[in-house]
């Protein structure tokens, strides 16, 4: 895997607001995003909704693997065990154009996120609002991530989806073979 460098507009059609590439663990893997805004287009098109993902800034090529073929298992909890590696990066740069770029792209930046990160839930209505609440934080390192507002996600009538029990299909591997 080709590192991505640490910057901001990794993939040039990202508005600005989207952050540097992150890493993601998926149906217990790690995928790496070139930004906020590419993760939330993909949880959009999957349809991975009512659902908490581990996001952590940088590249998956960043974080520490064991290289072990059994990744289900494996990767996960070795994934978040970053050597150092990324601890005083910044999640992307303070938007300046109050986030007008962002409110133009409904699809991949322009959508009610929640994140939560120090034992706190926050509900941005766009990834670039978020951003600008995030983007110099280099003592986090890992947020927790999904499309929707935190008090509907949270409300104790929502039924929230979770790999962290799904003993059946880990890996959901009827989806994800083709």
């Not at 663990?25 to 349809?47: M, N």
């Not at 494996?74 to 994934?79: A, F, K, T």
């Not at 507002?149 to 799904?166: H, M, V």
Request: charged share 20%.
């Amino acid at each position: 895997m080709i590192r991505w460098a640490h910057k901001e507009k990794v993939n040039p059609k990202d508005p600005e607001g989207c952050g540097t590439p992150v890493c993601v663990i998926v149906d217990a893997k790690p995928t790496r995003f070139s930004s906020l805004c590419a993760l939330t287009a993909f949880l959009g098109e999957t349809a991975l909704q009512r659902q908490f993902f581990m996001v952590q800034k940088g590249d998956c090529a960043d974080a520490s693997m064991t290289g072990t073929a059994n990744y289900c298992a494996e990767y996960v909890y070795q994934l978040l065990a970053v050597d150092g590696i990324g601890h005083d990066w910044h999640w992307g740069s303070k938007p300046s154009d109050a986030c007008a770029s962002c409110q133009s792209d409904q699809e991949n930046c322009c959508q009610t996120i929640c994140m939560a990160w120090d034992g706190r839930a926050r509900t941005f209505p766009s990834v670039c609002h978020a951003m600008e609440l995030l983007h110099a934080r280099t003592d986090v390192v890992v947020a927790l991530f999904a499309l929707g507002g935190c008090k509907q996600l949270l409300s104790k009538d929502t039924c929230l989806y979770t790999e962290w029990f799904d003993i059946d299909e880990p890996c959901q591997v009827r989806r994800e073979v083709s």
